[in-house]
């Protein structure tokens, strides 16, 4: 079974530009969830899906960064503009919402690098 | 508001020696769940094992352990005789009852094994 794929795996840019993070979670989970991981902060949770719908976005660090799940299958984050402190490893990871086991499915991440 | 201490941010052994990963947490709530996930090189965050506040019997999963005090609010992971395979980062994480499945991390403890 696939787990949870994210893309790009590494992405580098400049300051300034926008990226956009997307993610595959397992078929079937109805919960979605992006974190990051810095060696400073650890791993934050940004935002949290709820069958499709944005449960707690508390954590979203600025306007800066947006994150949609149009649809069970795919969410995006995106930052615009892009700064040197978004620098992170961001992982999306689902789960079961209504079967609680608090088993969270991460992927392998998505390492941003802005220059 | 809830935290998750993991004080040991490095760990280093030599191949089959037993370690132990020290964890507390703080929370209001009398309903909460702990957790423990294993962060391999890959990068993926791989679930270990769930216990609830009601729940404090300990565990055994072949060479791993885990030991709930909720007199202290400590849940300590215990590796028994060591592996290189073992080295990785370990996170604990605690997620209170009302708050589906959003986890609240520690800041990790990278275990190395030499051999």
């Known amino acids: 079974d696939a787990g949870v794929i994210q893309s790009p795996r590494h992405e580098v840019t400049e300051m300034g530009q926008e990226v956009t993070l997307r993610c595959k979670p397992i078929?079937?989970?109805?919960?979605l969830f992006w974190y990051r991981q810095t060696m400073m902060r650890g791993l934050e949770l940004l935002i949290y899906f709820n069958n499709n719908v944005p449960i707690d976005d508390s954590g979203m660090p600025e306007d800066r960064f947006s994150a949609k799940m149009p649809n069970a299958s795919f969410s995006t984050l995106k930052i615009q503009p892009s700064e040197p402190r978004d620098s992170a490893v961001y992982f999306c990871?689902?789960?079961?919402?209504?079967?609680?086991?608090?088993?969270?499915?991460f992927g392998e991440g998505s390492r941003l690098t802005v220059l | 508001a809830q935290k998750v201490t993991q004080a040991q941010t490095e760990i280093s052994v030599v191949e089959k020696e037993d370690v132990t990963l020290d964890c507390v947490y703080e929370?209001?709530?009398?309903?909460?769940?702990l957790f423990w996930y294993k962060q391999p090189p890959s990068g993926e965050l791989v679930f270990l094992i769930r216990?609830?506040?009601?729940?404090?019997q300990n565990e055994i999963s072949g060479r791993y352990s885990w030991n709930f005090q909720k007199s202290t609010s400590s849940f300590n992971f215990t590796i028994t005789a060591s592996q290189v395979v073992d080295s990785a980062v370990y996170f604990c994480?605690?997620?209170?009852?009302?708050?589906?499945?959003?986890?609240?991390f520690g800041g990790g403890t990278r275990l190395m094994v030499k051999p």
């Open positions: 216990r609830n506040s009601f729940d404090e």
């Open positions: 078929s079937g989970h109805n919960s």
């Open positions: 994480a605690l997620k209170v009852g009302n708050a589906g499945n959003m986890l609240t």
């Open positions: 929370t209001r709530d009398t309903t909460y769940y």
């Open positions: 990871a689902s789960s079961l919402a209504l079967i609680y086991t608090g088993e969270l499915f």
